[in-house]
């Protein structure tokens, strides 16, 4: 199976027509989102089915960063060499131990040294990685103001929003409408608020993927005829604390561990059929 070198080498297999079909505004884009492992080569709707049989293994999306790539995760690990630890702490909210930035992620505890090493008793995957990395880096530190807003209202979110909607809001919704009850448990799990009343759902919650950024889930389930919805709210304040493809990675990455776990755990839930209002 060809492995791509480049995202040139992606670009040259495209018809370069640059017809929107798969959601991004030109080839050279897709091309791009294909080769950073956001996009799977067999969306493009024009690419002929033997082209997608000899390249369609491309990018690892679990050893590829979801936001920016391998070489802006080298970037942010390299530019803490130079991070003064204490400012950085007092300015994002977080504890210095032992000469390392300390964090909660979902609840879990989190650390990076200068050397862009990580001490933490979770799996480091990159959606949790790059996020962390901009957090202490770039974060101003805003405390969430209690205003919630999607994904496309925040700084450069319009233009990634159909794809954070498919990778991450359909593929959360597509989770909880068949693996329900384990879906409940999986988002309080991972230390799940209570949402304020206006926001009540069948099952909603507030999230912390980082301590000063978080997000809510708000599903309900199908009823009377309407299909069941889901959507992800950020506090107004997440692109001051984050960059837009720190937000994305952490929304997708979520979806991604949540539907692994639920395949993985799902048992004899997967031969239910979806859940339906009580």
């Not at 959601?23 to 799977?40: I, P």
């Not at 000899?54 to 960063?65: C, Q, R």
């Not at 979520?254 to 859940?275: K, N």
Request: with cysteine; proline share 6%; hydrophobic share 40%.
């Amino acid at each position: 199976m060809k492995r791509p070198q480049n995202a040139f080498e992606i670009f040259k297999l495209l018809d370069k027509s640059n017809c929107g079909n798969c959601g991004e505004k030109t080839c050279l884009a897709f091309a791009g989102a294909v080769f950073r492992g956001m996009r799977r080569l067999e969306e493009c709707p024009r690419l002929n089915p033997q082209v997608i049989r000899e390249y369609s293994g491309g990018a690892d999306p679990d050893k590829i960063p979801e936001a920016e790539g391998t070489a802006h995760f080298a970037k942010l690990r390299a530019e803490l060499a130079a991070l003064d630890f204490e400012a950085a702490g007092r300015r994002i909210g977080a504890e210095v131990v032992d000469g390392r930035i300390a964090l909660r992620v979902l609840g879990k505890e989190f650390a990076v040294d200068p050397r862009g090493n990580f001490h933490t008793d979770i799996h480091v995957n990159p959606w949790v990685a790059i996020p962390f990395l901009t957090y202490v880096l770039y974060g101003e530190g805003r405390m969430p103001s209690g205003r919630w807003v999607s994904f496309r209202e925040l700084k450069g979110g319009r233009e990634r929003y159909a794809l954070f909607q498919k990778r991450c809001e359909e593929a959360l919704r597509r989770v909880a409408d068949t693996y329900t009850a384990l879906f409940d448990d999986m988002v309080h799990l991972f230390g799940g608020r209570e949402v304020a009343p206006q926001f009540a759902s069948d099952i909603s919650v507030v999230l912390d993927p980082l301590p000063r950024v978080p997000f809510m889930i708000c599903y309900w389930r199908p009823a009377e005829g309407m299909a069941s919805g889901l959507h992800v709210f950020f506090d107004e304040t997440a692109d001051r604390n984050l960059d837009i493809g720190a937000c994305f990675a952490l929304g997708v990455g979520l979806a991604q561990m949540f539907t692994r776990l639920s395949q993985r755990h799902g048992g004899a839930a997967a031969a239910l059929p979806p859940a339906t209002a009580q």
